[in-house]
């Protein structure tokens, strides 16, 4: 009798533990789009989970990304053009930015975009997509399936360098890196609240079901 | 009867004015009689791990309180009273003043998502509120408080990490010869700000007075080959900066909290492009 109390108030300190520890959870962007069919106004949508309350953009040009033979002059190729922060609603966000200028986002030239929680957790990125809404014809078809094909290599060539400018948006000062097992140890990171939390009801349910075998035997035993 | 009748309009007539007079905004149109012992006056403070700042870089700014008693009257949605906190001063108590005939019957956040502020009453029966910020993002939200008598205050609450100085006091002035706006910015003494390889990094738009604009980084201020730093048991702070001129009118700062390589630990200075400094009327908006 005496050892079941002491394992059912040790079940309630441990409830009581697992309820006051509040982890910070940091959201993450699901999805991100971002278009333009003037190459000045871009709209940008995408969707998050429910903890995210607010995202932080950042826009950058990127000019003549074929030229660019070092880390170090693709990091410095990215020139900012927009920074802001909106509020997510029902886990989705859609803004357009005016840039306040044209940009040639043909050939080796882009647009990036980068999102990431306000609170922290993981980012996305995208290529602005160019949009041909102008009307259609052998000869524009022509043009649009040219662009289309550009755009597609800029992708690729982006994507190949998505974490060190990632890196570059964020510091200064780290050393830029693609390692993916950092990445992992990161999101291991973040996510040590929830983990420590589920081992926590883990325990519990554990010490409950103890519990009751326990007072079964005794039953069991008394019968 | 036809004495009755008019009577009997009559009667309408004052019926329908007594109606109309209480549909009008009672505010706008109907004045206020003030009992001369009617007082408006509610109490703010810290709940938590309470930051008390009191170190300074040097003497150009100063730190906002963290406590507050204020006198709510005749404020509105649009011209509501204002305090000034610390971000990471993540949970805040309302509370009437004991000189308050009226209590407290509920307090909204205005313009944010549902879930932006917490907001709960006491069960102490001591007709406190907790607010409770759940993301950096929101430096400035305004509360509408309703009390017993259905009287309404409004309270913005800004939220700062960054406190904005400068090492000049007109902009035209000839000297120093470099002037500079600093970014003094206090966080939780658990980020990273004091060690060797500073993580926090600030981005800054400068706006000029033809309205084209740029991005930057701002410099970190040295105290020799180190990090400029304070460092207590609760909070630390570090100083960025940035050089201005005469063509610069407002400048934002924007900064990243620590954060490991390819995942980012958020901003700390709030909504919008940061916080913005206005060169000529050196006034700080969060």
């Keep these: 009798m005496k050892k079941t109390k002491i394992i059912f108030l040790l079940s309630l300190v441990i409830l009581i533990i697992s309820t006051l520890y509040v982890p ?11 278009t333009t069919s003037d190459t000045r106004n871009i709209h940008i949508s995408g969707t998050t989970d429910s903890d995210v309350y607010a995202i932080i953009l950042r826009i950058y040009y990127i000019e003549n990304a074929d030229t660019l033979t070092t880390e170090d002059e693709f990091i410095a190729a990215h020139k900012t053009i927009d920074v802001r922060s909106i509020e997510v609603t029902n886990n989705t966000y859609d803004l357009t930015i005016d840039l306040g200028q ?41 043009t649009s399936n040219k662009e289309e094909s550009n755009t597609i290599t800029e992708v690729t060539t982006a994507n190949s ?57 005794k039953n069991k035993k008394q019968l | ?63 906002p309180d963290n406590n507050y008693t204020l006198d709510l009257s005749n404020t509105s949605r649009n011209s509501p009273a204002e ?63 309703t009390d017993s008598e259905n009287e309404k205050y409004y309270l913005k609450i800004n939220r700062y990490a960054a406190i904005i100085s400068t090492n000049f006091d007109n ?10 706006v600093f970014a003094n910015l206090y966080l939780d003494e658990k980020e990273e700000a004091g060690s060797e390889v500073v993580n926090l990094t600030t981005l800054i738009k400068k706006v000029y007075n033809d309205n084209s604009y740029d991005f930057d980084y701002a ?12 460092t207590t048991n609760t909070y630390r702070a570090c100083q960025f900066s940035t050089e201005v001129d005469s063509n610069v009118k407002e400048v934002y700062f924007i900064t990243t909290r620590p954060h490991w390589t390819s995942k980012t630990n958020g901003i700390i200075t709030g909504s919008g492009m940061g916080v913005k400094y206005d060169i000529s009327t050196k006034k700080t908006t969060y």
């Design chain 2, 1 to 63: 009867m036809r004495k009755v009748n008019l009577k009997f309009k009559r009667l309408i007539c004052f019926f329908i004015a007594i109606i109309l007079l209480f549909c009008l905004d009672k505010n706008n149109y109907l004045h206020q009689v003030k009992a001369d012992n009617e007082t408006h006056v509610f109490n703010i403070s810290p709940v938590g791990k309470i930051y008390t700042i009191t170190e300074k870089f040097d003497n150009t700014y100063s730190i």
């Design chain 1, 102 to 142: 044209e940009f040639n986002i043909f050939g080796y030239n882009g647009l990036l975009v980068y999102a990431s929680d306000y609170d922290g957790g993981s980012f996305k990125s995208t290529i602005v997509q160019y949009i041909n809404t102008s009307p259609t014809n052998s000869d524009s078809d022509t």
């Design chain 2, 171 to 180: 902009i035209d002035d000839p000297t120093p010869t470099t002037k500079k």
């Design chain 2, 219 to 230: 410099s970190v201020e040295l105290n020799g080959s180190q990090n400029l730093v304070i």
């Design chain 1, 24 to 34: 910070v959870k940091a959201g993450d962007l699901l999805s991100i789009e971002a």
């Design chain 1, 161 to 217: 360098f998505e974490e060190n400018i990632e890196t570059e948006a964020i510091s200064i000062s780290e050393n830029v890196t693609t390692n993916t097992q950092n990445e992992k140890a990161a999101n291991d990171n973040i996510d040590t609240g929830d983990f420590s939390k589920s081992v926590f009801y883990l325990i519990l349910l554990l010490i409950v079901l103890g519990v009751i075998i326990l007072e079964l035997n």
């Design chain 2, 83 to 145: 305090i000034t906190e610390f971000i990471y001063q993540t949970k805040l108590k309302i509370e009437p003043n004991t000189t308050n005939n009226a209590t407290i019957t509920n307090i909204e956040a205005l313009d944010v998502n549902e879930k932006a502020v917490t907001i709960t009453s006491s069960t102490d029966n001591d007709n406190s509120y907790t607010l409770e910020f759940n993301s950096f993002f929101y430096d400035n939200v305004v509360f509408e408080i």
